[in-house]
């Protein structure tokens, strides 16, 4: 298996050859790759990382929580390695990340449904 970074140091290093990024818009580390939905309109389909809590975690520690993970990502050498591991920062609130995940559920529950996937 291949991981994004090192599909992105060969295509760098002009030994494989990047036809287009999943994701909606253009990717930093591959500035050139234009991104499938200029081809299929609506298209993406990126992968994503967050942090969850438990449901009842009070208020004050999930805002702190998301305060200081927030600073973090926004260190320019922080965003930079994951610029070269071929991803973008996205910060935002708890309620951001909440809408986040329902979007990502629903479009994917629907690319479940119209496939007629089914758990093994």
């Known amino acids: 298996m291949i991981e994004a970074s090192d599909s992105i140091e060969y295509v760098k290093a002009g030994k494989l050859r990047a036809l287009a990024v999943s994701s909606v818009s253009r990717s930093d580390a591959l500035p050139e790759v234009p991104p ?5 309109p609506g298209y993406e389909a990126s992968g994503w990382f967050g942090i969850g809590v438990p449901k009842n975690t009070p208020t004050g520690i999930v805002e702190k929580l998301n305060k200081e993970i927030n600073a973090g990502l926004a260190d320019s050498n922080i965003r930079a390695r994951y610029a070269e591991l071929g991803s973008t920062v996205f910060m935002g609130s708890p309620d951001d ?3 986040h995940i329902a979007q990502e559920t629903e479009k994917w529950g629907k690319v479940i449904r119209t496939a007629n996937i089914k758990a093994d």
Do not use: E, N
């Not at 499938?36 to 299929?40: H, I, R, T, Y």
């Open 36 to 40: 499938l939905a200029d081809f299929l």
């Open 97 to 99: 990340f909440g809408k």
